[in-house]
């Protein structure tokens, strides 16, 4: 039964990122682990061993897909060549959902391979929204935007961060990856309230939620992906679980990657905090899976 | 020449190369973002922020490239904080930037980081992205261009360059053999009852025939098994480590190599051909009809050495039929 009115998949539990070391561990052994989510860039290819690897793990898991390169706040159109390849790759893994950043990080058709801070703006949120609903209508796969960590605000922006998101995912009428580590992340660099912005987003469009480590340094931090998660970090998933209700979740370890055992007992952890959201309060009435038309 | 009045002038030096591809930045931050004009400058500015070379002390350059303190350029349009100057947020980017990149072409080019050493790998690799910044959403096709660069500007790579540029042909190779499709391989009943005159075949998409002026292929092995090596001894005792460390593997001499790069059952290989061969398989990717790839093998080549090598290629599974 879906927890909110925008996520269908309170029954995905909790997922960890298919990573190439773990690659023999998964196949040989086996483990169970309730879902994978896969970069989607790296099987974007048209044969070889990434492709054998996915179709294996598809026999035995759900997958679903994540991106980092679509760019949906890149000024650029969507790059059709980009698209079909992603499409082709929707087709096989038959995700549920797809989620990518809300960012830029092309201009020209020049790629910076990193995650962009919006300006946030009106106009931006407009333009976004929009290019949002077209790649949805082309991949005909429910979207999901996840918020991103950042390091830098422009002078240009017009509102805070999550009402940009919220701007944003109510003109595309599309789901939340809620990220509540880039959230930590973004408000002690931005000095804003972690709460006020997962207390600020529409909790009915979360249709999946990220948890990561971070490192500290002296003036900033910034978003290793190459620790366990930190307390605060699971304080905030415990808030944002509790108003969004149970919820897909995934943890994300990047860098200096453990064995398997040990990124999928960490990301276990949330089970937690999830059956406390059980507990709090049940929000079904009127719930429609991801993606679903409005009645 | 001035610019007319009112038109924006790019804050470009004339003369002075761009990367390629990337349209010149606008000399000033846009104030409001209201058309994607805007947005376009503002992202076009921030991304040559991004792609600039980092100094010597890995920081975002000191000067902007019309000549105007950087600080002053990035406060144009990047908030500061009580910790932070816009400057310094946005050397966190450039940062990161360098470092992505830098790191993922090292870990493809361990044969040119051999060839080259770290420092000067590391050079080269600047001057190539500066100038070919990715056209491409994903990092596997960072080094597509490097072997252009190569023969573009062979004052990165000198005295070494016709190496340095067969290695980076080798391991490019090895990206397309890792992912490249594979198409249904040919059978001989489909060939059956066709003249040859009129039989036109390819080679899969993920061989690469390389002819090359150095054997790299076991030059590249040697720097991989030397590699392993190192990451083994990472665990052993510190002589074992101090003794790895010393092994060096010797630049190969010239020698005319011909090689197919190519995977089987997705683990890669390198094949040796003999010249006729190469030829053979290199007529047929272009497209010649079977009778006249055969030709292009020479005169001196066999019947019988031919229908060998076909019948290894079959097994390979490396003939396609061209439709």
Known sequence: MPANSFNGFTDYGIGIGLRVPHYAHILEQKPVVDWFEIISENFMVDGGRPLQVLDQIMEQYRVVQHGV??????????????????????????????????CWGSVDGTYTHDLLPMPYTFATAKRTAEKIRQIRDYLEVPICVENVSSYAEYHVSEMTEWEFLSEVVERADCGILLDVNNIYVSAKNHDFNPYDYINGVPHHRVGQMHVAGHTKFEKYILDTHDHPVLDPVWKLYAHATKLCGVTATLLEWDDKIPSFDE???????????????????????????????RP | MKPAKGK??????????????LKAPPKHAPRKLVTTGDVVRLQRLMTHVLVRPLTKSDGLQPKWIDGRPMEEVAAEFIKPNDRLSAFERLQLYNRMYWFRLLDNMHDDNPGLRAVLGDKKFTRLIEAYLTKYPSRSFTLRNLCSRLGQFIREEPRWTAPVTALALAVTRFEWAQTLAFDEAQLPRLTTAEIAGTPLARLRLRLQPYISLLALDFPVDTYVIAVKRRNVLRTEASNAVDVARAAVRQKHVARPRRERVYVAVHRLENRLYYKRLERPAFLILESIGAGKSLEQAVAAGGAKVKPEQVGGWFAAWMELGWLCRRK
């Open chain 1, 263 to 293: 990124v999928h007992n960490e990301a276990l952890k949330a089970n937690e905090f999830i059956d406390g959201a059980k507990k709090a309060k049940s929000v079904t009435s009127g719930a429609r899976p991801l993606g679903a038309p």
């Open chain 2, 8 to 21: 924006k002038r790019p804050a470009h030096r004339p003369g002075a190369a761009l990367p390629i591809g």
């Open chain 1, 69 to 102: 390169s679509m760019y949906f706040g890149s000024a650029d159109k969507p790059d059709r060549a980009h698209l079909k390849k992603l499409k082709a790759l929707v087709k096989r893994t038959k995700t549920p959902w797809l989620s990518d950043h809300l």
